[in-house]
């Protein structure tokens, strides 16, 4: 088969690969279409690859070409996401269904071959059935979808609140979208983009803030009538944005950090002292995953983006290329703020 092919740092090529084969209990899929995920970017061009040569992606959609033994529960011609996290499935946090949290994972695209390439196998568990009817590019983006989802299970999340959620990206507009589906009292969505505002707008943010502008704190504010939100999710995993959630939360608040920091933050104690004062709880997430694996997040967003109410723009891709092309993508994030969305590989 073809492949995009990472050999060392910056240096990926697209070519012929090994087709993986399909043992017992496994399916070869067809890939349709793959994202790039923030996570695939240090791996092609900051040396954190955990072995090369490698193939890697692991967001993506297509068709099952071929059932291993032992399968039954899907069949060939049938369309599915993939679950990219292979738990062990045996220790402690596995068996009280914390698969993200297993010690002992494999997770495809990063520790196996991945879906940059014409077929990826993958474990039937790990396979999600969705309607034929949702487009490949749509349904490759159901991961970031339920890593979203799961935030908002890890905050334990209730409608009738007012949420924010810090960051316009995809992982955010997905927060932003569950949260209203959920029964949010409102939802406003803050950003430096006034692209990605517009974009949260279209899907149904019924605020949108740009904190670059001076008033951004009283535009913030208004909607809650100066209480705080009662749900706050950053989703950026920049400092400001961790630091703003402290700030934006009310009294009794859910404050979640989804997004993952890069670099070294600090506190001040008056900013710290926020949590203590409005005695609001603090929760990381940690991707997408629940009992039976791989969980709800990916059940219901089958479900929602098969009814229509997880809604999908064309917007949330940046742009879309050949997986022939996929150096050409990756260089693209030499340059991170020129990047505005998800960007898709597709399989001609």
Request: proline share 5%; glycine share 10%; net charge negative.
């Amino acid at each position: 088969m073809k492949a995009a092919v990472l050999h060392g740092n910056e240096d990926i090529r697209y070519e012929e690969f090994p087709t993986p084969e399909t043992g017992p209990g496994m399916l070869k899929v067809r890939v349709r279409a793959t994202g790039i995920c923030g996570s695939d970017v240090p791996r092609v061009l900051h040396n954190g690859a955990h072995f090369y040569p490698i193939v890697l992606g692991h967001e993506f959609a297509g068709d099952v070409v071929e059932v291993g033994e032992g399968v039954d529960c899907l069949t060939v011609g049938d369309t599915v996401s993939g679950a990219p996290l292979v738990p062990c499935l045996r220790c402690d946090d596995c068996m009280r269904g914390n698969y993200a949290l297993c010690r002992h994972y494999s997770f495809i695209g990063s520790r196996e071959q991945g879906s940059f390439a014409d077929y990826v196998v993958i474990p039937a568990i790990n396979a999600v059935w969705y309607d034929p009817a949702i487009p490949y590019h749509q349904a490759a983006m159901f991961e970031p979808s339920t890593v979203a989802l799961h935030g908002l299970f890890c905050n334990e999340y209730r409608g009738g609140e007012d949420v924010a959620i810090l960051g316009g990206g995809t992982i955010g507009l997905f927060a932003m979208q569950w949260a209203k589906i959920f029964g949010a009292r409102s939802v406003t969505v803050f950003d430096i983009d006034e692209g990605r505002l517009a974009l949260a707008k279209r899907l149904g943010a019924d605020y949108a803030v740009n904190t670059r502008r001076d008033s951004y704190r009283e535009e913030a504010m208004a909607p809650t009538n100066g209480r705080g939100f009662g749900q706050v999710f950053e989703t950026a995993g920049s400092t400001a944005t961790m630091h703003m959630a402290f700030e934006l939360a009310a009294n009794k608040a859910g404050v979640c950090f989804i997004g993952t920091p890069h670099v070294d933050m600090t506190f001040t104690p008056k900013l710290w002292e926020n949590m203590n004062r409005k005695e609001f709880r603090l929760t990381g997430s940690w991707m997408s995953y629940s009992a039976p694996f791989p969980g709800r997040e990916w059940e219901l967003t089958a479900h929602y983006f098969a009814t229509g109410q997880l809604r999908f723009d064309p917007a949330l891709i940046f742009r879309t290329y050949p997986m022939s092309a996929a150096a050409e993508a990756f260089a693209l994030y030499k340059d991170p703020s020129q990047v505005h969305g998800k960007i898709m590989l597709v399989n001609e």
